[in-house]
Structures are given as structure tokens and as C-alpha cells.
């Protein structure tokens, strides 16, 4: 991971085509392998997990992985679990003010 | 138009008076005579004047007409025998006598056939009355009552020994001397009668300086034109202290009036009064035209919106009252009485009322005081200890079962429901030192250690207040805590005098074993630099996870575990209420920065600070 991995939203995920992104969201239905996460602008997002993955535990949790070529939903390379406590809200804001800042976030190329 | 009709000694008051603005408010008189004075050719500008003979029916006396009011004598609006209405005069001393001069009147009656009474010069009238008098001119003291006499029971004919009927608007007597108003005192006239009620007394005080000693109390007295203070000492206070109550009406005259010493008293007015000792001070029954205590009261529940250190009226049932209790207050080292009250309305609410010296110490002996009485409070201070706190100023007054219509609904709504009820009380947890509030709370004293540096903050004289969020990064080992005296509230520092033995200057005893307290020094850091902090033993105990006790244990144990934990408590984030303030030791002049308060970090409310302040600064 030599680049900034940008965090999304539901909505903004689609801006990230088969690039690399992370999602943080709150565990709603797991269902094989498929997990449906809420994320902090309160939409949906389908998540295909790896095998080995083990998120049904946690309320909260962090998800690396690369979107589909359609945008609608992202395939896990790296879960981390968050526990119970987070504030959806306070992503919400970072997620929002990340962009304007492109001179601090956006890599060098 | 009658006799009756003309007011009574207005002639008198009128040429007696100094300052015309604080006299009898617009007598009626009858205009006796009129004569043209005409121009003389020194001043020639001025036109015809009109000299005018006025009388109240008693006496009469010279007055020249201003000149706005020539035309209505022109005009023969007024003249020989009409009764007018003095709205506005004045005085002006001329030889020995004074003139005065009707600037502003009205005409209540065209011309009665007869002149009205037989009113006497005067002039006569004075000449004799000073002829009984100790001294020659109107003057306070002695004379007074004669000119007093003179003035309450003027020379009346036969036919009109009633009382009169009609009154001119805004004067009163009450027997036979006019009352002014409040506002109407002043240092240049002193034969006035005020009508007042007395709002506060305050104790009696004994002072003693390099001139002399003595005692004093004093009065805020209130009428509906105003408040003025009245004060007395020595032998006035003890014939009057005991006279005068709170909340009554008295009739109050031969009193001086001086200008305020506004640094004594919380009222506005430029003068105030001192009792002498021919003051005279009479209790009136009749109290229905001076206003009680205005109160604008607070509900409990509302209590939030009243700023720590303003004053505030508050009227609750008294829920229940505490034990007399002394504390050595900061300013004086001396020991001052203290009681809390706890008071409760119908917000559901109670609140900690405290109450001072006196107050605190006869609160039992009030009437009724057990009986969960409701009482009415006026002026109390606001405090933010607990959330919200009152405490009397030694202004403030109190009044049980006032007869007010905020009391009768309290007594009405606490018999039937409030008795049963639960009461939220003012409390905050954590309430620790601060007041209630986690450190760092207030954002406008927030800095970044860089900014602590850069405003140089603690290099002047006053210390500076501020907070920082930042990473314990190193704390000090050695000299990490001390022996203190056990005993409650005192933290000095015991020293080992023998086996089990440990002496503590203050208390002048020895404990078997002492108490161990944190003195902190610890390095912190965040994004713009480090800061050394000193925190006392809350801070450490906070910090470093166990008691000052148990890390000793845990040092006699063990060094290595001593070391883990002092290891485990750096790199962790803190709120730090701080205190910056020079120190000279020997020669060397620093800045240190005390905690007062230390708090863990809420994340997610600091990363919304963090937000907040981005947004301001796009």
C-alpha cells in the first residue's frame, strides 16, 4: 500500500471503480459470505468476504478491498474489527472533508 | 372655591425653601394683588414685570411673575382674587428676605369675591418664629423644632378646623408635615418627613481605626420614588437597631442628608441619610402606598440560565436546613458561620441555598422554621458549584411567609403535592475540584502547547487559566510522592522521628504511619511541542493508575514492576485544566504549569473539536 487508500461511503464507493478503498460501517447482515454494512452516510454496501474472515462478532468494522468494475459493491482484501463504540457521524465528516483537501491526501502522481 | 381649597402652609414652604424642586409639589394659593413694575431704563430688555402677593389663606407673601407668564396677566386670565395652581418656582434671597418667583402655573378658579382667610404676612411670621428659635436661621439641630412647630400648626381660623378636603396632586401630610419623596431629598433642605419601608438592615459593625472607634448599621429604605440608605452611629444605633425591622413602614424625619458613599452601599441614589439624635423614627400602620419588595423570581429549574456571579430573587419551600458549620474564609483567616439550606419548587428541583455569619448562626430562631416555611430570597448570588448553588451576599434579604402571591402558591402546591415528591437536586458527578465540568470543557481557554509558549502564558504577574489535550510522555521518578499527615484535610508533609513515628508540625501529633501523596512532575507532548506539568496527588492517582500507597508498596516489591507501571502510564492522551505562574527561586525567574484537573479523552467528542475547527477554517 504505497498510495492513500481513500475512505467512502455508500455513495461514494461508485467514484472508485476497481481501485482499492476502504469502508468503515456498522455489521448489518451476514449472509455466507456476502455482508451487508452500513456505512457512515447511513446506505448500504455489499462486501464479498474472504473465507478466513471473521466480522459477524463486531458492531463496527473497518473494510479494505477493491470495488467492482460496476461500482455497486467491493470485494475484501482486509478487515480489522472496531468493537462497539465508534461514531458514524464523526467518519461521515472525514469521509466529507478528506476531498478538500487534496494538497495533504491525494498521492504524489 | 374655598379656605379648604388653598393649601396650607404651602406660603411658608415656599419661602423657605432652598431648593424649590424638593418643595411642596404645586400648592394652590390665592392671588391676593398684582401690581406692574415697569422698565426701568437700566434694563430695559427685560420689559414690564409683575409683582404678585400670593397667600395659602395663612400667610401671604411677595412674588414677581416670570416673565412667559405676563401674557396671563395681560390677558386678564388671572387677576385680583383668582386661585392658581404653582406649578413651577423659584427662590432668590433678597435682602434678608426670600422673593419668589412664579415660573409655571395654572388658573384653578377665576376671582372669588373675597380674599380667601386672612392670611398674615410672612415675613412677621418668620421674624417671630426666629425669635423663638435657638438660632437665626433654619439650621439641623435644635431649632428645628420650633420652625417644625411653627410650620405643623400654622395660625387657622375658627371656621375651618376640618381637615382639608382637597389635596394638591403628588403632596400628602401625614400630621401636618408634608412627606417627600425619596427622590426628592437633598443635602439643602432639611424639614422633610419620608414614608418608608425598610428593605435591609444590616448588623451591627464595630470599627475601630487610628481616629477613633465606634459602631454602625444601616438601611436601604424604599418608597415608590425611590431607595436611599440611611445609616447610624453609635447612640443611633442603639435607639434606633432596635426600632427598625425589615419589611416594615416607618415615618422618618429630622435626619441629615449627605452625599453616598457609593463604595458601602449596592443603591444608586447620590445621597444618603444619617441618623441624629433627634432623629425621629415612628412606625406607620398605614403602609399601603409604599410598594413591598419588588422580586422577579427564578424557578429552581431555570437556575441554569442565570450566569455564575450574578444576583437573582428566588422563593422556594424550605425542604430542609443543615448544621451551623465554620469555615476560615480565604480573605480574612478568620473563621466565618456557615449553613446550607436546601429549597425546592415547583419545577420539581431543589438547589443549595448558604447562608453567613448571622444569619447562619439564629437561622433556628426564626419563626416557623421548621414547619417547612416558604421563603422568599432577594438578591442571592448564583453559583456554578454542583451546577447551580445560591449563597447570600450580606445584601441579600430574606423573608419567611412573605405575604406575597408567589408564597401562597408554593404553600398551596407543596401541602397537596410537593410534600410527596422527589426532588432533582443541583449535583454534578465527577464533581472534583472543577465544579462539575470534565477538563478541558471550557474550548475558549483550549491551546496548543505551541500557542502556551508563543502567548506567554504565566510571565505576567496574574497567573493564566488555560487547557491543553496532550500525551503524558515521561514522569518523573524520583521524588514522586511524599509523606503526608493522615489526618482529614491535612496534606503537610510528616517527618519520620522514630520507628512508627511520624510527626506532623500542624496538627502537633504523631501518627504510627503516614499517608503517601503524589507530587507529579510529568512531561507531556502533543503535535506543536512539550510542556513540563506539575500535578498533585488526583492527578497522579489518575495518571499513574493506583493510589501514591500502592505504588510504594508496589516500589518495597518490586523494582522492576515499580518501573512497568510508571512505563504503562506515559504514551496515554489527557485533558489538562492548567494554571501558569511565575516563580522566583533564588535568583532564577520560571513559568510552571500546575494541573488542576486532569481528565481522560472522550475520541470521538475531540475528533468533532477537530472538525469544528477545520470547518472554521476553510
Keep these: 500500500m504505497d498510495r492513500p487508500v481513500p475512505l467512502v461511503n455508500s455513495q461514494t464507493l461508485a467514484n472508485h471503480r476497481g481501485q482499492i478503498v476502504r469502508l468503515v460501517g456498522k455489521v448489518h447482515k451476514l449472509t455466507g459470505n456476502v455482508l451487508l454494512v452500513q456505512a457512515s452516510d447511513q446506505g448500504f454496501v455489499e462486501v464479498y468476504l474472504n473465507p478466513e474472515s471473521n466480522v459477524s462478532g463486531s458492531v463496527y468494522v473497518e473494510i479494505t478491498g477493491k470495488v467492482s468494475e460496476s461500482g455497486e459493491s467491493m470485494r475484501e482484501l482486509l478487515s480489522i474489527n472496531f468493537g462497539e463504540n465508534l461514531d458514524l457521524k464523526l467518519v461521515e465528516e472525514v469521509v466529507q472533508l478528506v476531498p478538500k483537501f487534496p494538497e495533504i491526501f491525494s498521492s504524489k502522481d | ?618
Design chain 2, 1 to 618: 372655591m374655598s379656605l379648604q381649597d388653598l393649601t396650607r402652609g404651602a406660603i411658608l414652604s415656599m419661602v423657605e425653601t432652598i431648593d424649590p424642586t424638593f418643595a411642596i409639589t404645586n400648592p394652590v394659593v390665592q392671588v391676593l394683588s398684582i401690581k406692574k413694575i415697569v422698565a426701568t431704563s437700566a434694563n430695559p430688555a427685560a420689559g414690564d414685570r409683575y409683582r404678585i402677593i400670593i397667600s395659602d389663606g395663612i400667610h401671604y407673601a411677595q412674588a414677581m411673575l416670570g416673565s412667559q407668564k405676563r401674557s396671563m396677566v395681560e390677558s386678564g386670565e388671572v387677576d385680583k382674587n383668582s386661585v392658581i395652581r404653582v406649578l413651577q418656582f423659584a427662590t432668590n434671597p433678597v435682602q434678608n428676605r426670600r422673593i419668589i418667583i412664579l415660573l409655571n402655573f395654572e388658573v384653578v378658579s377665576p376671582p372669588t369675591l373675597e380674599r380667601l382667610g386672612s392670611p398674615k404676612n410672612v415675613d412677621e411670621a418668620l421674624t417671630v418664629k426666629s425669635e423663638n428659635g435657638s438660632a437665626s436661621s433654619p439650621a439641623p439641630g435644635g431649632a428645628l423644632k420650633s420652625e417644625n412647630g411653627g410650620l405643623a400648626r400654622p395660625t387657622v381660623p375658627a371656621a375651618s378646623s376640618k381637615p382639608f378636603q382637597s389635596r394638591p396632586a403628588g403632596s400628602s401630610f401625614s400630621a401636618g408635615l408634608p412627606i417627600y419623596p425619596i427622590e426628592g431629598l437633598s443635602p439643602y433642605q432639611n424639614k422633610w418627613t419620608i414614608k418608608a419601608r425598610v428593605t435591609s438592615k444590616s448588623d451591627i459593625r464595630h470599627w475601630s481605626n487610628a481616629r477613633g472607634e465606634g459602631k454602625l448599621f444601616s438601611v436601604n429604605l424604599l418608597d415608590e420614588s425611590g431607595e436611599i440608605k440611611a445609616t447610624g452611629f453609635n447612640d443611633a444605633v442603639d435607639k434606633f437597631f432596635p426600632l427598625l425591622q425589615e419589611n416594615k413602614v416607618y415615618l422618618i424625619s429630622k435626619a441629615k442628608v449627605n452625599i453616598a458613599k457609593k463604595q458601602f452601599s449596592n443603591l444608586q441614589n447620590e445621597y444618603e441619610i444619617t441618623f441624629e439624635s433627634h432623629s425621629e423614627i415612628e412606625e406607620c400602620h398605614d403602609a399601603s402606598d409604599v410598594p413591598e419588595v419588588k422580586y422577579e423570581f427564578v424557578p429552581i429549574d431555570q437556575l441554569e440560565s442565570v450566569e455564575p456571579n450574578q444576583t437573582c430573587d428566588v422563593i422556594g419551600v424550605l425542604d430542609s436546613y443543615g448544621e451551623l458549620s465554620e469555615i476560615i474564609s480565604k480573605a480574612s483567616q478568620k473563621p466565618v458561620a456557615k449553613r446550607e439550606l436546601s429549597l425546592v419548587d415547583q419545577s420539581s428541583r431543589s438547589v443549595r441555598l448558604t447562608l453567613w455569619g448571622k444569619s447562619a448562626e439564629s437561622f433556628p430562631n426564626n419563626a416557623g422554621v421548621d414547619e417547612k416555611p416558604v421563603i422568599a430570597f432577594k438578591g442571592v448570588k448564583v453559583g456554578d458549584f454542583g451546577g447551580r448553588s445560591l449563597s447570600m451576599f450580606s445584601s441579600s434579604t430574606m423573608i419567611i411567609n412573605p405575604d406575597i402571591a408567589e408564597a401562597h402558591g408554593l404553600r398551596g402546591w407543596y401541602d397537596n403535592d410537593g410534600v410527596h415528591s422527589e426532588f432533582k437536586p443541583y449535583t454534578n458527578a465527577g464533581m472534583a475540584g472543577g465544579g462539575g465540568a470534565l477538563a478541558g470543557s471550557n474550548l475558549q481557554e483550549r491551546r496548543t502547547i505551541a500557542q502556551v509558549k508563543d502567548q506567554n502564558l504565566g510571565m505576567t504577574e496574574k497567573p493564566d487559566f488555560f487547557n491543553i489535550r496532550a500525551t503524558v510522555v515521561y514522569i518523573k521518578q524520583d521524588n514522586l510522592s511524599y509523606t503526608a499527615c493522615p489526618s482529614e484535610n491535612c496534606n503537610k508533609k510528616v517527618t519520620e522521628e522514630g520507628e512508627g513515628a511520624w510527626r506532623c508540625e500542624k496538627c502537633d501529633r504523631t501518627y504510627p504511619a503516614p499517608e503517601h501523596r503524589y507530587i507529579l512532575s510529568a512531561n507531556v507532548a502533543d503535535a506543536t511541542g512539550q510542556l513540563w506539568l506539575s500535578g498533585f496527588n488526583d492527578t497522579g492517582s489518575l495518571i499513574i493508575g493506583m493510589t501514591a500507597g500502592e505504588l510504594e508498596e508496589k516500589k518495597n516489591q518490586s523494582e522492576s514492576e515499580y518501573s512497568a507501571v510508571l512505563h504503562k502510564a506515559a504514551n496515554r492522551m489527557y485533558l489538562f485544566n492548567c494554571r501558569a505562574k511565575q516563580d522566583t527561586f533564588n535568583d532564577t525567574t520560571r513559568v510552571r504549569y500546575t494541573i488542576s484537573k486532569a481528565s481522560p479523552v472522550d475520541f470521538a467528542k475531540a475528533g468533532m473539536e477537530l472538525v469544528e475547527a477545520i470547518k472554521a477554517y476553510m
